[in-house]
């Protein structure tokens, strides 16, 4: 079975700070990784994935992560905050063609 | 090029009511997912559809829980009767295909509320 752990269900930046958003997992065979943001009253948009290859993955909106399979981890970082990324994130695995979601992490951004 | 389109957005009913969903997905799109997602928690699968075949329907409760994706094309999702525990946003999306590698692409959603 495959499961999702995101830390923290609430983080809160500054503008023009860090953000790092934490995403664990677990799963029986390689994993395929995915972050997918959500603004209110909209589904999810998909921010990167990792397949195979490099495991420095750049999205959209100046977001990247990295997949740690010694840690089994896909952390999502952008060096910046701006106002506009305020959303929730989920973290999901796929594998044998399943989706899994993390229970998500809700990112305020204060001026 | 449209996106997975969702209706109704908003839907209130009574418990032991039945309600239904539509979904139509990105044209050409072989595989049709509906998802729940329950206040404060990540999308929860529900059934996935390859064409017009039923390929996951494990936590789907069917007791209650119907789905059909007739022509292949758009899907209907149907709660029959409702419960209070139902509330919840119901998500479509849709893939090109079925691989692990693929990306799902997702609709604004329905959100349920049964008073």
């Known amino acids: 079975a495959q499961s999702v752990t995101q830390l923290g269900s609430h983080v809160s930046v500054s503008e023009g700070a860090l953000v790092l958003l934490r995403c664990n997992y677990s799963?029986?065979?390689?994993?395929?990784l995915f972050w997918y943001v959500q603004y209110p009253n909209q589904g999810l948009q998909l921010l990167l994935k990792?397949?195979?290859?490099?495991?420095l993955v750049k999205g959209i909106n100046g977001f990247e992560a990295e997949f740690k399979k010694s840690e089994t981890s896909f952390h999502l970082t952008k060096p910046s905050a701006h106002m506009s990324d305020a959303a929730e994130y989920f973290c999901a695995v796929s594998s044998n063609y399943k989706l899994t979601f993390g229970k998500g992490t809700l990112l305020t951004v204060n001026p | 090029e449209a996106g997975v389109a969702q209706s109704p957005r908003y839907k209130i009913i009574e418990k032991r009511q039945s309600v239904a969903f539509w979904c139509n997905p990105i044209s050409g799109h072989a595989t049709l997912y509906w998802y729940q997602q329950i206040l404060g928690q990540g999308p929860k699968l529900l059934i996935q559809f390859q064409n017009n075949g039923v390929v996951d329907d494990s936590q789907l409760p069917k007791d209650r829980f119907s789905a059909e994706r007739l022509k292949g094309v758009d899907s209907t999702l149907k709660i029959q009767p409702a419960k209070l525990e139902d509330s919840a946003v119901y998500l479509c999306a849709s893939s090109l295909w079925e691989r692990g590698t693929d990306t799902q692409y997702f609709g604004p959603g329905t959100r349920l509320t049964v008073l």
């Open positions: 799963s029986s065979v390689p994993p395929y």
């Open positions: 990792y397949t195979t290859g490099a495991t």
